[in-house]
């Protein structure tokens, strides 16, 4: 995280009173369910094309009577481009970007609702409140005295149809390793908004819970945020906020009457730029163009990649069609045959007329393992991808298996992508074709097994196996 400068004499000071209020947190620029949050992790990224892959683990209790403690992990996707950024739970658009001032067009998601597991009584036979997609605007300003940052966000997915405006202040500084950015928030936030997830409507009311409507009201939001250097590109993150909700809303007979602590703990990982390390000379760009079919039912992923199940769907086999392509963020990692590619795919799903086609856009970063003992005449790449994936509607191998179970899909979701590969140059001894692979692979879309509400607490996926060429230009 970016520091602000500060007056030698009172630097110290300032340390101090930092390492006072983190109490042995290591923290960082998070998220509070229902408070007003400065824009999470804008500065942990600071070099353009740079990108970073991470988890964050959040504690906390639920606003909700009886709703008990909620435990989230957060994936942490993390790009930043010239124009394009990528912050966990928010991507954008750079509409001005300068050293002190920035103006940003971005998609969020927001992660306030009911709990998605167990119903507490309060809520028993009321209409599920779901996490929403807000379309937003933001502003930030950064001078020697702190960073501050305003926000306006409206509900675009049709779920609250709500509206908010965040005004937050914060002041980020670091001491060595430890980069610490205490502040404080608050957000206006609109009786659509407060309505949808506090209020009781007419039909759900009961002897116990009357209807109700919290109305427009403002929350407030402290907190402690910041990251730890463990190396060069390991970070430690955690943090602490507390929310102070509207009045109002603390009155629903379905709210607690108390604010909102949560707490944090993950690390992040920053594979760094390509540009970086492609400054003096032109970059390679890896181009893979894949198929395959829906594995059979019952064949999940570890299956697959211990070679203890390959079976394919044989009646109604769904199938796709992809490229990808990619950038080197990393080679030869520490000397070691170990390379990592970033990629951005793009998947047509032929669901075979049981469903409206569709397409998906997957983002990751790959390791590619060469160091196998025939690799200097044969070369072999055992490769790892992880990363986002966002469909255009969920495929109909997820909606068919969840349907069956009953439970939800998500058109994001986190994705894997398992290869192996053998250079086709070195097999047909062609000297042109050195840098041309052929191999199989898996396209893995996953919920984390329902621990994760950015991906919607889906517990499944879907799996293709497919073929693939791939050739460096």
């Not at 390959?310 to 000397?335: R, V």
């Not at 005449?377 to 255009?392: E, M």
């Not at 692979?437 to 991906?455: E, K, M, Q």
């Amino acid at each position: 995280m970016k520091s602000a400068p500060c007056h030698p004499r009172s630097r110290l000071r300032q340390t101090a009173a930092a390492a006072a209020l983190a109490a042995g947190l290591l923290a960082a620029g998070l998220l509070s369910a229902g408070g007003a949050q400065a824009e999470p992790f804008a500065d942990l990224l600071e070099i353009p094309g740079s990108a970073g892959l991470g988890a964050v683990v959040r504690a906390e209790k639920s606003p909700y009577i009886d709703g008990g403690t909620r435990y989230d992990l957060l994936p942490l996707y993390l790009y930043e481009g010239d124009r394009l950024f990528l912050h966990g739970n928010r991507v954008g658009f750079k509409l001005r970007k300068s050293d002190s001032e920035n103006l940003n067009l971005f998609i969020e998601q927001r992660f306030e609702g009911f709990p998605a597991d167990k119903v507490p009584a309060a809520l028993a036979g009321m209409s599920a409140r779901s996490t929403g997609l807000d379309l937003g605007i933001s502003w930030t300003t950064r001078h020697d005295w702190g960073k501050v940052q305003a926000e306006l966000l409206h509900d675009i997915g049709n779920t609250s149809q709500g509206t908010e405006a965040r005004l937050s202040y914060s002041y980020p500084f670091r001491s060595g390793r430890l980069a610490l950015q205490p502040g404080v928030s608050v957000s206006l936030r609109d009786a659509k908004l407060n309505d949808y997830y506090y209020g009781v409507q007419p039909f759900e009311a009961n002897a116990t819970r009357p209807a109700y409507a919290p109305g427009a009201g403002v929350n407030a939001t402290i907190g402690l945020y910041g990251s730890y250097d463990l190396t060069g590109r390991w970070r430690l993150l955690g943090g602490v906020s507390h929310t102070m909700y509207d009045r109002n809303i603390r009155r629903s007979p379905i709210v607690r009457d108390a604010g909102q602590t949560s707490v944090y703990l993950g690390a992040a990982y920053d594979f760094g730029a390509y540009k970086r390390a492609w400054t003096d000379e032109k970059s390679d760009t890896y181009v893979k163009l894949l198929h395959g079919r829906a594995s059979a039912d019952g064949c999940h992923l570890i299956k697959i990649i211990t070679l203890t199940c390959l079976s394919l769907k044989d009646t109604n086999s769904t199938s796709i069609t992809g490229i990808q392509i990619g950038k080197p963020f990393i080679e030869n990692l520490n000397g070691l045959p170990l390379d990592f590619v970033g990629y951005l795919g793009l998947t047509h799903h032929d669901d075979k007329g049981l469903q409206r086609n569709g397409v998906q856009l997957d983002a990751f970063m790959k390791a590619f393992y060469s160091g196998f003992p025939w690799s200097h005449r044969v070369k072999t790449r055992l490769g790892w991808g992880f990363g986002v994936s966002i469909a255009q509607r969920a495929p109909y191998e997820e909606t068919s298996s969840q349907a069956a179970r009953g439970r939800p899909t998500s058109r994001l979701l986190t994705y894997i992508d398992p290869t192996i590969d053998v250079s086709l140059g070195d097999l047909i001894n062609s000297v042109p074709l050195k840098d041309t692979f052929i191999g199989f692979g898996v396209s893995h879309r996953s919920g984390i097994f329902a621990s994760s509400r950015l991906l919607g607490n889906v517990n499944g996926g879907s799996n293709y196996i497919y073929t693939y060429v791939e050739s460096k230009f």
